[in-house]
């Protein structure tokens, strides 16, 4: 049983035939935490998609009807590099709807997990790079307009900068984004987030671990925000397929204990995403997403001197 809740539903699968992308890791990581007894099924809560008015605070009515009527031009479905079809397109409204969910959950309990969602690549007004909706995007803009948050902070470790998270808050001072990333990699350009650390082919845990500590608390010292994303991508891992890193499991959960600790030792609450994963096994890629859950009990189960 974990101290918060987890956000699933079995609509994140994601139709898209054989592809890089594990679409069932969904499930799978969700089983493993069952199977593992790090979960309960009474942990999970059951999401519901995300309201068309919400989609549109982040995203353009012209792409939003494009979406529902299935009118990409080929040129969008091939930026988007996975197959257009109706039922995708609900499996990201729901995406955006855990991760709204999951943002709630965070602002009670300190901390909670969506065991989907991470979609950063996908812009206003188009999706590329797998992702649709922005997912993390939509539910900040939700709990601001609700007045449930004032400010949020992004903190991105997938291996692919966050190009898209960057493009929505870009001139937004109530969101701060970070973005640590494999320099040399998808997406180019990089539209600027408010810290950027680039990191050179083949960094290992020291140095990666070294250069997040020191891009979060610079990050820290200049706002504190009343709530935190935390986009935790598997792909920086050593074998990923579409990443250039060399972290290694262990090093990646050491990442995902520093960020849950830092914020709880300021007392912000932590909504986390999924985003990407290609090793070559995919059980490697549901291991360290299980990890991220563990690093997060740990974490809210340990006493931790307020302080830094
Ligand atoms: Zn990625």
Redesign the pocket.
Known sequence: MVPFQLVYSDGYYLPIGPHVFPAEKYRRVRDRLIETGVAESSDFLTPEPADDRDILLVHTPEYVRKLATGTLSAQEEMELEIPFSPELVRAFWLAAGGSILAAKCALQNGVSINIGGGF??AFPDHGE?FCMIHDVGVAIRTLQAGGKIRTAMTVDT???HGNGTAAIFGNDASVFTLSIHQENN?PMPKPPSDEDIGLEDGTRDHDYLDALEVGFLRALKKVTPDLIFYIG?A?PYREDQ??GLALTIEGLQKRDRLVFEHARRRGIPVASTL????ARRVADTVRIHVNTIVAARDVLLQQIPAGN
Do not use: P
């Open positions: 950063h690549h790079g997938d291996v692919h998808y991508g792909d579409l990443g985003a990407g994963g290609y």
